[in-house]
């Protein structure tokens, strides 16, 4: 059976990046099998540090839990863009990005990068055409 998650905007990150994961998660779940309760938290700020590297986003098996970006500000100054767009959808490939780990993780396979960019796109593409 396929679940919602759960949203947490942190009070800092951005509503409207917030709003588009939202809206996402729910597209997403019905292009995957979501089987456990996921918790996405669009946290305040644009990039996390992991084991010493800079991430936009993450998911953690153990809390089930992923991390996308909500700072739309320093979003946008990375992407060097004007407009609230690229900064939205930066975080909505985060969040499909972590998705297909969360995929790895749910079917028992090893979390690693090899595979994810393919599988990002395709989630990106079947979610977004709903
Ligand atoms: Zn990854």
Redesign the pocket.
């Given at each position: 059976m396929t679940q919602a998650a759960k949203i947490l905007r942190h009070s800092r990150a951005s509503p409207a990046i917030a709003r588009a994961i939202d809206d996402f998660v729910r597209r997403l779940a019905r292009v995957t099998e979501i089987k456990h309760s996921l918790t996405v938290i669009v946290y305040p700020r644009a990039t996390l540090t992991i084991n010493g590297d800079a991430?936009f986003?993450a998911?953690e098996a153990g809390l089930q839990t992923i991390w996308v970006p909500g700072d739309m500000r320093k979003l946008k100054s990375i992407l060097k863009t004007r407009s609230d767009c690229p900064a939205i959808e930066m975080a909505v490939e985060t969040l499909c990005?972590?998705i297909?780990?969360y995929e790895q993780w749910r079917d028992g396979r090893k979390l690693q990068?090899r595979g994810?960019a393919v599988r990002t796109r395709t989630l990106y593409r079947l979610a977004r055409k709903l």
């Open positions: 991430a986003g998911f990005h972590e297909a780990h990068e994810v």
